[in-house]
């Protein structure tokens, strides 16, 4: 069974750009989730999406959206790009999402210069 | 905020020495899981352990888990290099809630 896939893997983008990273959930799994890893927050929660829906959101400005297709497939954008959000940011997936384990995926690298 | 906190945030070890992290949370919860990060790559699930449960082995790991303290453990045995990574604790605080992480601790093993 194929893992949770992320691309890009490494961008550089400009200040004031947008940038839009997209997740392949494991098959059947429903539930998305994106993360944000920064050395000195550690991991935050940006959203969960299940089935289409948002189900969660994390406490991020209106600059980071998401969203989901309905073969589960998720991405999530990021306008208006500004230094502080360059980070790693991680999509996970499970079948139920919520307090269930959840499988990561390498992660999307952005440099935001 | 954060719902977990690992300690030691960082902790270094001789290969075949034992690793022990603990984690504090500060709601109950349903479960507790435990997860690794090689250096830059994502997150890898170790082991899940749930609130009726007070040990859970899985290989050289073994977690313990006290829901009146409010704590767990995740003690790695006879440790290898390879063992070096990020060791995250994540709970939930209920079932539909997404999965909060500490900050990790970052565990060397020196061969």
């Known amino acids: 069974k194929a893992g949770v896939t992320q691309t890009p893997r490494y961008l550089i983008k400009t200040r004031g750009q947008q940038v839009t990273l997209s997740c392949s959930p494991i098959?059947?799994?429903?539930?998305v989730s994106w993360y944000q890893q920064t050395p000195g927050q550690g991991l935050q929660f940006l959203f969960e999406y299940f089935s289409e829906t948002q189900r969660n959101k994390g406490n991020f400005p209106g600059r980071f959206s998401g969203r989901q297709f309905s073969n589960s497939r998720s991405e999530m954008n990021v306008s208006t790009l500004e230094l502080g959000d360059s980070a790693l940011y991680l999509c996970a997936s499970s079948s139920q999402g919520g307090e269930n384990t959840i499988y990561f995926g390498e992660g999307s690298w952005l440099t935001v210069v | 905020s954060q719902q977990g906190e690992e300690d030691p945030q960082a902790l270094s070890i001789q290969e075949g020495e034992n690793a022990t992290m603990n984690c504090s949370y500060k709601?109950?919860?349903?479960?507790l899981q435990w997860y690794r990060q090689n250096s830059g790559r994502g997150l890898v699930h170790l082991i899940l352990i749930r609130s009726n449960e007070r040990e859970k082995h899985s290989g050289r790991l073994r977690v313990t888990l006290d829901t009146s303290k409010k704590s767990s453990s995740l003690l790695i045995t006879a440790s290898r290099a390879a063992d070096t990574a990020s060791y995250f604790c994540a709970t939930a605080p209920s079932g539909n809630t997404p999965l909060v992480f500490g900050k990790g601790t970052r565990l060397s093993v020196i061969a």
């Open positions: 098959s059947g799994h429903r539930s």
């Open positions: 709601t109950s919860i349903n479960n």
